[in-house]
Nanobody, 118 residues
Framework: QVQLVESGGGLVQPGGSLRLSCAVSGSISSRYAMGWYRQTPGKQRELVASIISGGSTNYADSVKGRFTISRDNAKNTVYLQMNSLKAEDTAVYYC????????????WGQGTQVTVSS
């Protein structure tokens, strides 16, 4: 069973930085995609950034140039470095992994709150 545990959320002032971590336990295949999503009340969960097993990354337009997704394979951890934070980045952030099998397997973390406010 794969489990994801996020950490690193909190309160930060506009312009500040936070780094979210997602620790992955359990076995995943060599082909996967991991992502960070966020959700605010009344809105759909949206993809913020993703990284695939080959290393390619993808970002939402709203965070390009400010956020960076990375992974440490030795620690089985995926990170989201968030810089130049804005009030509109306030949301619950969720870690996700999609394992490329047939059918694909999808796992979610419990979420971590990020609040950007002065």
């Amino acid at each position: 069973q794969v489990q994801l545990v996020e950490s690193g959320g909190g309160l930060v002032q506009p312009g500040g930085s936070l780094r979210l971590s997602c620790a992955v336990s359990g076995s995943i295949s060599s082909r996967y995609a991991m992502g960070w999503y966020r959700q605010t009340p009344g809105k759909q969960r949206e993809l913020v950034a993703s990284i695939i097993s080959g290393g390619s990354t993808n970002y939402a337009d709203s965070v390009k140039g400010r956020f960076t997704i990375s992974r440490d394979n030795a620690k089985n951890t995926v990170y989201l470095q968030m810089n130049s934070l804005k009030a509109e980045d306030t949301a619950v952030y969720y870690c996700n992994v999609l394992i490329v099998t047939s059918p694909p397997l999808i796992y979610w973390g419990q979420g971590t709150q990020v609040t950007v406010s002065s």
